[in-house]
């Protein structure tokens, strides 16, 4: 068996429907057929792509790595298949992006208008998930970035897609002086007493997600603060005043350490989402591929995430479609 292009074509789907079942139904297969084909996929490539998990079907390390480079393949061939350059055609009118609070955003804007400069751009920052997804749902936006987690996957209708760009851990932002601050890894039940700053209901699944990880590990927070503004927030934390659950892309301030949690009991999903009828197949493609990479230069820049990754790819842990380490520790 040599690997062809309809076999990137299982394995992605597999990763974007998170079920054998699922990913089936969707390209013409029945469930055993397409397990069958996945079992030769993975002998043939050497290794296991996927794992069984409460949720579904959950990426390896390696199988993120065979994911992502199955995507740019695909969308490589389908230009060539096209007759194009990879470019692809200019929308109608700008291209409505909406964002939540990401740091990717200068990256991916900056990637797409080097890569696709007849691809305007026109973006919407909004704090909530559930937010985006309205907008979208009411056609006020074509594109979107959010987010949502294990166990809580987003929910719309038929009229929008969406597929992954990456899940990874969830860590937490604690002051440099704090007693726990020189562990490696921080244990959630150890932050029992203290004051946790959460942000909002982002209409995604957060805080639900984290007051759960709490209750798994038997406490929940006797004091908290609703905040938004990152600096604010990170200065408070230097401070002493309490810590907070963060985005492993986040940079701290001086002052503040960002650890990882011990097991790591929360994790976070990042998505592009869009309206089937407004964004075609060509664009679709650039943006998960421009978004999917400056995330991924974000997280390779986060060396408390690549301290985590070397350990966390050497012992068993919940797998995600992490896929910036290099072969070796990831």
Known sequence: ????????????AIADFGSVGRAAAALGFTQPAMSTQLRRIERLLGDGLFVRSGTGMELTAYGAQVVSQARDILARADALGRG???????????????????????????????????LEVSVCSVYATGELLALLE???????????YPGLPVRHSSA??????????????????HPLAHRAEVPLEELSEETWFVTSDDGAGWP?????????????????HEFHVLDQLQSMIAKGLGVTAVQPTVRPAEGVLVKPLAGDPLWQRYLLVWRREAVGAPVVEVLHHHAARAHRDLLARAPHLQRWAARAFTTARPPGEFGTVPPGPG
Do not use: I, K, W
């Open 1 to 12: 068996m040599e690997l062809e292009l309809r076999h990137l074509r299982v394995v992605c």
């Open 84 to 118: 194009s350059t990879g470019r692809p055609a200019a929308a109608a009118g700008p291209l409505r992006l909406g964002v939540t609070n990401t740091p990717v955003v200068p990256a991916l804007l900056d990637a797409l208008g080097r890569a696709c400069p007849d």
């Open 138 to 148: 009411a056609g006020e936006l074509d594109a979107a970035l959010g987010v949502d």
């Open 160 to 177: 929008l897609a969406h597929r992954a760009l990456s899940t990874v851990p969830v860590f937490v932002a604690l002051g440099a002086g």
């Open 208 to 224: 639900g997600a984290f007051y759960d990880a709490c209750r798994a590990a038997g406490f929940l927070p006797a004091r908290t």
